[in-house]
């Protein structure tokens, strides 16, 4: 099923589009920090229970309902290759030759994984569904900024700040054998961690050429349309009785043949008007110093879900820190006395 923009106006329809991005981001992060099943459920559950106040339940399940069957491969995957060698025992999957062990943390790890990919996927499928087009693509797009120094500043150091936290928690015996004196391994890892801040703030300030940000404007529009346009041309096929779905392989064959074409001349068709469209507009002329009539403003609720999003990461990394990233397997494994 094709992701298309719905309108609305929830929580996720007022985010502004590179929130909605950063929030992918974060997710992502999320799920490669976070390995306990229960904490990476409840992230789950909280995104979920933000698409449903977005867009209509059935079809947020209807394009979810798909990837269960994957992605419990992938967790069946899970359980059946992590074994490690402190892991305790419970069953094999082909008992009589005893092949395929199941461990309780393999089926604690296997849930978790399953969590971590849907809760990716789902985030992408919000920022699709509550973001438009243009706005997706403005977003990562170059534009013309008036210079803010003041701002630039804040921001780099900001950056500094969450790096020199990160950096502690995830790299503290790498920096105790840094060859200084304490003071002096601080200013070292301070004055990394600012120049990681000018160069990642120097990054996220750059965009795609106006050119890409167009066709990615058009290749996110198209989508949804083109699935229109097949629904159509398949509705008209069932409607002069030509059976779109037979039995024989060959005949199936057949038949999507018959609905390529069309299709495909449908689309190229579309191509050359929209194509026309953008030349008659002037877009390739001086595309360097073009302007652009809508603004990405950050506002309360934007700084509001970046900062939840800042807190979830920077407690993930604590937990891990302090050696509880796991609680789930290590509530199990203390009740069975391991």
Not at 90 to 119: H, K, N
Request: glycine content about 6%.
């Amino acid at each position: 099923m094709a992701i298309e923009y719905q309108k609305g106006t929830s929580v996720l329809h007022r985010l502004d589009a590179r929130t909605k991005l950063l929030m992918f981001v974060g997710v992502t992060l999320l799920s490669v920090i976070i390995i306990d099943p229960i904490i990476m459920g409840a992230i789950f559950l909280g995104l979920y229970y933000l698409g449903t106040q977005a867009i209509d339940r059935k079809v947020l399940n209807r394009n979810l309902r798909v990837l269960v069957v994957i992605f419990s491969t992938f967790a069946l995957f899970q359980i059946i290759f992590f074994t490690p060698s402190d892991s305790y025992f419970l069953f094999y999957l082909i008992p009589g030759l005893d092949w395929i062990p199941v461990t309780v943390q393999g089926l604690i790890r296997g849930v978790a994984v399953f969590f971590r990919f849907f809760s990716v996927v789902l985030s992408v499928h919000l920022m699709l569904y509550t973001t438009p087009p243009v706005d997706l693509a403005l977003s990562i797009t170059k534009r013309e900024r008036t210079q803010q120094s003041g701002r630039e500043i804040t921001i780099i150091l900001l950056f500094a700040v969450i790096l020199l936290v990160t950096a502690y928690l995830i790299f503290p015996q790498q920096i105790q054998r840094i060859p200084l004196d304490t003071y002096a391994r601080i200013l070292v890892v301070m004055i990394a961690c600012i120049l990681g801040g000018f160069l990642l703030q120097r990054l996220l300030s750059q965009g795609l050429p106006a050119e890409m940000g167009i066709a990615l404007t058009l290749g996110f529009a198209t989508v949804g349309l083109l699935s229109q346009q097949t629904q159509k041309i398949t509705d008209a096929q069932k409607a002069r009785g030509y059976d779109v779905q037979p039995k024989n392989l060959a005949r199936r064959v057949q038949v999507l043949t018959a609905l390529l074409l069309p299709i495909f001349l449908a689309t190229l068709e579309r191509s050359q008007d929209i194509s026309i469209a953008i030349l008659a507009r002037g877009f390739d002329y001086n595309i360097s110093a073009r302007t652009y009539r809508r603004q990405l403003i950050f506002h309360r609720i934007d700084y509001i879900a970046m900062g939840v999003i800042l807190a979830l990461l920077l407690g993930a990394l604590l937990l891990n820190y302090f050696g509880i990233g796991n609680p789930t397997e290590q509530l199990i494994m203390s009740m069975i006395g391991k």
